[in-house]
């Protein structure tokens, strides 16, 4: 798992009905997914702890590329923001393999590659059960403890050598190596690095920064976006890094944003091509009242409304507390 680029910085910020929008194919709400969500997490718990079943994980990825072909903006992206305190490697596999799956699907990925994606984003911090310790410590890890968890990728290799293809075992080693040769474990440069690795890694760190570790809080979705993008000339391709932000917008789903009237929403949804004119569900009135009723806008065919900027950080931990907008849930 790397956390490279918000390693050093403390927290700044923290960050209806079925079918909803179903008619435009914009955003789609399916209570089911919650149900998937946990499923994906029992598979990893067990995948950590007993050992791969190879079926039972390709099916799990089956189900999450099935759940983004059938509608690209559902409700699965939100609950990849939850977070399990005792088991945070956990959720962080279950979360980067639900956004990298999406990530792919939005990219238009053959279904060969969707599968690859999924399997490369749900192994390759597989080996990390071996350094957790390292992460319920509250403080920074030292050169040495992070020279320890750069064994990691060979770890997760070792865990499912004889059950995946060389091809998936080689973008597993890639996730964690950098455009201009500064990641690991082998230093590899622009296209020496796996095309499907490349893909992970991005979401892997957006995922890694929007989510609390012990030693920081997480960072809002607006700013783990201008992170990532601060990034583009050492750690990702620029090709990718411009259709990640395109696929989750200047705003990304999950983001809290301020309207122009006056309203305060959460971004559920994405538009591509259209990357600040986002679907979002109104949390608060003008008023600061909570929405009586659910009322969802999709900004691409609102052109009076727009975002006018995220909500700033103590305002975001207000309304996820009051709201939990994001349908977490405990695990």
Not at 5 to 16: A, D, T
Not at 126 to 143: A, I, P, S, V
Not at 172 to 190: A, F, Q, R, T, W
């Amino acid at each position: 798992m790397r956390e490279d680029i918000g390693h050093n910085k403390e927290q700044q910020s923290s960050e209806g009905s079925n079918d909803l929008f179903a008619s435009k194919g914009t955003y789609c709400f399916d209570p089911k997914l919650k149900d998937l969500y946990l499923e994906i997490f029992e598979v990893v718990s067990i995948s950590m702890s007993q050992g791969i079943d190879k079926n039972k994980v390709e099916s799990s990825i089956s189900s999450i590329i099935k759940a983004f072909k059938l509608h690209i903006n559902n409700n699965l992206l939100l609950y990849s923001y939850s977070v399990s305190k005792q088991n945070y490697i956990v959720s962080h596999i279950v979360n980067n393999t639900i956004l990298a799956i999406g990530f792919g699907c939005w990219l238009n990925l053959s279904d060969n590659d969707l599968i690859d994606v999924g399997l490369c984003a749900f192994c390759h911090d597989l080996g990390m059960k071996e350094y957790t310790n390292l992460f319920q410590r509250g403080h920074q890890l030292t050169d040495e403890e992070n020279q320890l968890i750069k064994k990691h990728p060979q770890r997760s290799i070792d865990m499912i050598n004889n059950l995946f293809p060389e091809r998936i075992l080689n973008a597993i080693l890639d996730v964690h190596e950098n455009e201009d040769g500064s990641g690991y474990p082998n230093k590899k440069m622009g296209a020496e690095i796996s095309y499907i690795a490349k893909i992970v890694s991005i979401c892997d760190i957006f995922e890694a920064l929007t989510h609390p570790r012990n030693f920081r809080n997480e960072f809002s979705p607006y700013e783990a976006i201008k992170m990532i993008i601060k990034k583009k000339d050492s750690f990702f391709d620029e090709n990718i890094l411009k259709k990640f932000v395109n696929y989750l917008s200047i705003y990304p789903i999950g983001s809290l944003i301020y309207l122009n009237t006056g309203e305060i929403a959460i971004v559920i949804g994405s538009n591509k091509g259209y990357p600040t004119r986002s679907i979002v569900k109104i949390l608060l009135n003008a008023n600061r009242e909570a929405a009586k009723d659910e009322k969802f806008i999709n900004l691409l065919d609102d052109k009076m409304v727009y975002i006018c900027g995220p909500v700033e950080p103590k305002g975001v931990k207000e309304i996820l507390h009051f709201l939990k907008p994001r349908g977490d849930f405990d695990l």
